[in-house]
């Protein structure tokens, strides 16, 4: 019965250890991420995304113009940066960068869209 203590108990220690090592790990990155931030590490992430947008829509990339910040005032308040292509006054395509938690939300004009369908 000795034997199954000592081994529940310290096998609740390397899982508690387990549980802070992978917290630690999560919060270190997000907060390099965060001190570490700037526009141009923001444009090239957001950048990054646009490409990726692209290949799934089956879009050219280089039949957008930008990106723009269109939103710098606002962007600032909210503490995210906004990215903006355009390929008509109808077609854009915006990719924001957010921090903490780090997160790129993007959108898709409908008139992109309805042209695929």
């Known amino acids: 019965m000795r034997v199954v203590w000592k081994t ?15 917290g630690l790990y999560i919060s270190s990155s997000e907060a390099y991420l ?27 990339p280089h039949s957008f113009h930008g990106p723009d910040r269109l939103s710098v005032q606002s962007d600032e308040k909210l503490g995210t940066y906004t990215f903006v292509w355009t390929r008509s006054p109808e077609e ?3 990719v924001s960068v957010t921090y ?9 004009s409908e008139a992109i869209t309805e042209h695929k369908g």
């Open 34 to 60: 965060y001190l570490t931030r700037s526009e141009s590490r923001a444009q090239q992430a957001a950048q990054a995304m646009f490409e990726e947008i692209c290949g799934r829509q089956r879009l050219d």
């Open 8 to 22: 529940v108990r310290w096998g609740g220690f390397i899982g508690l250890l387990v549980l802070l090592g992978g």
């Open 100 to 108: 903490l938690p780090y997160d790129l939300p993007y959108s898709i």
């Open 92 to 94: 854009t395509i915006s």
